[in-house]
């Protein structure tokens, strides 16, 4: 059953293979094809081009020496990128005899993560492949585990919970004020759709660095879903919240992105709760679910600008969505390695309901070596 399920989930990893050279390109697709989805090119120019169509990668092998845009020209734009996860790529250069060492110390200066020599064998090229994906999947997950979103920079799901979590036992200590808010980029799919994916991360990028503007500096931003963002608001009333989201949105919807003669408006909506009167002594959780339903109710809504703040009636309101087997899907993907499919809020799920069998596990193989 597991393994039928990992079948059916498991992605081929991609690879873009640049080389001027047919010969070692056809080599090189031979190779890794079985294992890796592999796109060519024969010239850092139409590499890069690919790179600006947003097409995504997990590794890229590049020749220095190639005619219109070489090795390290392709290298250097590819550092440069605003797309934090392309810039830090790991791209392996394809040396040849003719390489000098300088040209490889410079390319290596430029970022070069790792070289090849031509000609390579089935198991060099295959092996360096697996090298530098698996070191890959391990920044993600340890950018996950430091609690950073790595498009944005923003707090994730998991930092968002543990400051969260944290800032409410002091809030009901001491009788402070602590509001909520989730915000949403409503319809984002259609305009990932419109402009493409690279351009669809810069707005989030954009609006990552409005809201960092906007808020202060003691409020916790985080991206928590692919166009959905967390606030938490220390010592915050109900008023205070609502002028703070009023004045995000207003910054937030006045953007507007062109495409050839489309302009693309966006539309961020809002739910609201705090510690309340309604909500004295609930737990965290369920505060940052009175916010999703009360953002659910506002992307309902028919307002082009919209928030709600929550109430009993929303409760009521808001349908009940059956609840798909996250916990499962989740634990697949990270099986097979596949990192970024497993959302901030799904990867704490899964260690929550792993926890148990973990501190199971530790006593009963104490009691096995006692034994």
């Known amino acids: 059953m597991v393994t039928s399920m990992l079948k059916s989930t498991k992605q081929k990893p991609r690879i873009l293979f640049v080389d001027d050279s047919k010969t070692v390109r056809k080599s090189g697709l031979k190779i890794l094809s079985n294992d890796y989805a592999v796109s060519e090119a024969s010239n850092g120019k139409e590499a890069w081009q690919i790179l600006q169509n947003g097409d995504s990668f997990d590794v890229i092998f590049a020749d220095i020496q190639m005619p219109e845009m070489n090795g390290l020209q392709f290298l250097q734009k590819i550092r440069s990128m605003d797309d934090h996860r392309t810039a830090q790529l790991p791209v392996i250069m394809i040396t040849g005899h003719s390489d000098s ?42 950018e996950k585990l430091k609690g950073i979103d790595r498009l944005t920079g923003l707090s994730n799901y998991n930092n968002f919970e543990e400051h969260g979590k944290k800032t409410l036992s002091i809030s009901m200590r001491h009788k402070l004020d602590l509001s909520i808010a989730y915000l949403e980029l409503n319809s984002f ?17 954009t609006v990552a660095d409005k809201l960092r503007t906007v808020l202060r500096n003691e409020e916790v931003i985080a991206k928590i879903d692919k166009a959905k963002f967390a606030v938490l608001m220390p010592m915050t009333n109900r008023i205070n919240a609502q002028i703070a989201v009023s004045r995000v949105q207003n910054m937030v919807n006045a953007m507007v992105f062109n495409k050839g003669d489309t302009k693309i408006h966006l539309n961020l909506v809002a739910g ?15 505060l940052c679910m009175r916010a999703n339903d009360a953002l659910k109710q506002a992307i309902n809504s028919n307002d082009a600008q919209v928030f709600n703040y929550y109430d009993d009636r929303i409760q009521e309101a808001v349908k009940e969505v059956p609840k798909e087997d996250v916990f499962s899907d989740a634990l697949v993907h990270i099986i097979d390695g596949n990192f970024s499919k497993v959302s901030d809020k799904d990867l704490s799920s899964v260690i929550d309901q792993l926890e148990p069998f973990m501190e199971y596990a530790a006593v009963k193989g104490a009691k096995v070596q006692r034994g």
């Open 272 to 286: 609201l709760t705090g510690t309340g009167l309604n909500n004295r002594g609930l737990s965290f959780d369920m």
């Open 189 to 205: 799919d259609q305009v990932k759709e419109t402009l493409g994916r690279k351009a669809a991360d810069k707005i989030l990028t």
């Open 101 to 142: 060492h300088a040209a490889m110390r410079a390319v290596f200066e430029m970022g070069a993560t790792g070289f090849i020599s031509k000609p390579f064998s089935d198991i060099d090229l295959i092996s360096t492949a697996h090298s530098y994906l698996d070191l890959t999947r391990k920044m993600e997950l340890l």
